[in-house]
């Protein structure tokens, strides 16, 4: 079977959504020669009108993308640097997503904002390492984060075809994830639907996009001692929470694994709402981001402030002692 | 209502109706009917009435906070406005977006936008499409003279430039922004905006419907010949508070005489003096008529249920948890 990276499955969800609707158009910086090379090959493929190179001005072009799709297009634009998004900010929150409910649902805002390349790129530093996810999931921005392959080739093509506004965040640390799959495997991943990477008994590993990975390398190096379920929400927003009553049904403990800061992050939520709603055996924890991180240059204070193996073993050692 | 709103007739329609809108509106608030208040656009009717009537019906607008003239004139139902300022369940936008957001999509109104100078690029998305599709739409995007210092808009104008889209920015220069004058706000000037960019830009008498119509043919000439965006600036004055929350407020910026000369120029008046007197009468009595059965279907129409506050969060339907309780 053919090999599969995440990077050319983003790259064939946007070829394959662009050849099978017409509606579809790529906008962004350097999209046409493909710097981030997600959008590889698409310029010659289906040309000018349907890959547009924007000058600089990420709001005014995140802006034409909700006109367009007011008038019933479904742009994606790609941002090159995850931190853009703070500078789109109002242009996605305070716009596109509000269109469909102020006006009482006359308009839709079927846009994808495409960031391949979030979180720590090693060595980028402090403005271009963020990994915001948890910023729109809080506004109520549909929000994905893949983990694989070929969840990015599904959430992707999924975002793409929704009716609401979608944030897709590719991690830059999962991008050169590979797997060997079938093509005509690929297909749509409805949002809001976890995924159970590997089965256990004792506690849940809730891990986000890159981190799935480094949660199934702990679970596979703790296998002896303790039995670790790895259950990836691959959605931010809307976010699976029967998904994770289930898997914590099975097991009764819980440990976070999310690359967002700590206050008000992804892990934040859904402790708050295993203790709501579900029956713990032990208290549950976190591995995240300091509060208010900021990443800084020296790799070994980059690597100082990523959730990271060390610490998933340890939070996990600490919930199994009840 | 017969629409031919390009006559010296239906451009006096249209600012009799807007200026009655308004009051009638102001008393609403005064009554608490309209909680929040509006933003009054009284005294620069002529500037939504001439540049609405250069347009065809599937051409289409983009709004602001000051934007019921703009929709009224685009075409927008004047009872079902008035019901969405009074946040009822038959409003335009169902009572969801109220006096700062007023939509009709139907008749191409894609939105009043409440953040200054928001709405230009995504205008420019509109327009962009139109020409793409292989239509010859116009797409305005309005804008107080606040909105000139605001970067995304001066992204958009380039954006439609360079891409030829299109695009009528109208800028409404009523000489202020809140209480800030434009002297105060603006280094060069409003139309230098557009000619940096290569856009054709004019500034115009906005008291005047006939003078702002003539301006607008042109620009909506030139983009659908694919000539590109151009710019408009209509010196105006807005003769009422920035918000009615001034009324009660009691902010000064603007001493007597000048509100007085500015209030001097109304463009009712320049423009019903066009009409016989039979005439003029002819379209008040309507116009009363009209903003009295407006009134009364905005009142006696039924709020929306608390229960769908969150309807339409998602095109999708997708429901939000609640904010308590399992
Ligand atoms: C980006 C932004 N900043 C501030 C405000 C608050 N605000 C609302 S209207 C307004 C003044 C706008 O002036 P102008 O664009 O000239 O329009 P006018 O009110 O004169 O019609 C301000 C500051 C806002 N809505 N959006
Ligand atoms: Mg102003």
């Given at each position: 079977m053919p090999w599969l990276s995440y990077q050319k499955a983003l790259n064939r969800a946007l070829a394959d959504e662009l050849a099978r609707d017409p509606a579809v158009f790529v906008l962004g910086e350097d999209v046409r020669v493909a710097v981030s090379n997600v959008t590889a090959g698409l310029f010659k493929r289906f040309g000018p009108d349907r890959v547009l190179d924007a000058p600089l001005s990420e709001q005014a072009f995140t802006s034409f993308a909700t006109g367009a799709a007011l008038t019933g297009r479904r742009p994606v634009v790609e941002f090159q640097i995850p931190s853009l998004l703070y500078l789109v900010f109002e242009q996605i929150a305070n716009q596109a997503h509000k269109f469909s409910l102020m006006t009482g649902g006359q308009a839709r805002v079927p846009v994808t904002y495409l960031v391949p390349g979030s979180g720590s790129r090693t060595g980028w530093a402090g403005q271009h390492s963020d990994h915001p996810y948890a910023l729109f999931a809080h506004a109520g921005v549909k929000t994905v984060v893949p983990a694989t392959p070929e969840d990015a080739y599904g959430l992707l093509t999924t975002a793409i075809r929704d009716d609401d506004p979608v944030v897709v965040f590719a991690p830059a640390a999962a991008l050169g994830v590979r797997v060997d799959i079938?093509?005509?495997?690929?297909g749509p991943v409805p949002l809001g639907v976890g995924r159970v990477h590997r089965e256990g008994g004792d506690v849940t590993v809730v891990a986000i996009g890159h981190l799935v990975h480094d949660a199934l390398a702990v679970a596979e190096e703790l296998s002896g001692d303790v039995s670790v379920e790895v259950f990836d929400p691959r959605t931010a927003y809307p976010f699976d929470w029967d998904g994770l009553a289930a898997s914590v049904a099975r097991t009764g403990r819980l440990v976070v694994f999310d690359?967002?800061?700590?206050?008000?992050g992804i892990a934040a939520e859904v402790i708050a709402t295993a203790a709501e709603r579900l029956d713990l055996l032990a208290p549950p924890a976190r591995v995240t981001r300091p509060d208010g991180a900021v990443v800084p240059f020296a790799l070994g204070l980059d690597h100082a402030v990523q959730p990271d193996r060390g610490r998933l073993t340890t939070a996990i050692q600490k919930v199994l002692k009840y | 209502m017969v629409r031919a709103p390009d006559t010296d007739v239906g451009l006096y329609r249209t600012v009799r109706l807007i200026r009655r809108f308004e009051e009638r509106a102001v008393e609403l608030v005064r009554s608490g009917d309209i909680v929040g208040g509006i933003h009054p656009y009284t005294g620069q009717e002529a500037v939504a009435a001439g540049v609405c009537a250069a347009l065809r019906d599937d051409d289409m607008i983009t709004s602001t906070h000051r934007g019921h003239g703009h929709v009224l004139a685009k075409g927008a139902d004047p009872a079902r406005t008035l019901a969405e300022l009074t946040g009822r369940a038959t409003g335009l936008n169902r009572g969801r977006g109220g006096s700062m957001h007023a939509a009709d999509f139907r008749l191409g109104i894609l939105g009043a936008n409440a953040i200054v100078g928001a709405n230009g690029a995504i205008t420019a998305g509109a327009a962009w499409v139109a020409r793409q599709e292989g239509g010859d739409q116009v797409a305005v995007s309005f804008f107080g003279d606040g909105a000139v210092n605001q970067g995304v808009l001066l992204e958009a104008m380039n954006l439609a430039a360079l891409w030829r889209l299109p695009v009528l920015f109208v800028c409404e220069n009523n000489g202020y922004a809140t209480t800030l004058t434009v002297a105060d706000a603006v280094a060069g000037t409003i139309t230098g905006r557009g000619a940096a960019f290569g856009i054709p830009a004019v500034t115009v008498d906005g008291m005047d419907p006939r003078t702002v119509l003539g301006a607008a043919r042109e620009a909506v000439d030139r983009a659908r010949a694919g000539g590109g965006p151009s710019l408009i600036e209509c010196l105006t004055y807005r003769f009422d508070a920035h918000h009615t929350w001034e009324h009660r407020a009691g902010v000064r910026y603007r001493d007597d005489d000048e509100v007085r000369s500015g209030r001097e120029r109304d463009p009712v008046v320049i423009q019903g003096t066009r009409l016989t007197d039979g005439e003029r009468e002819r379209v008040d009595a309507e116009i009363e008529s009209t903003m009295d059965s407006a009134v009364a279907f905005a009142l006696d129409s039924p709020h929306p249920d608390p229960a769908g506050a969150l309807d339409y969060l998602y095109a999708t339907g997708m429901r939000a948890r609640p904010g308590g309780g399992w």
């Open positions: 079938d093509y005509d495997e690929l690359d967002s800061n700590r206050m008000c | -």
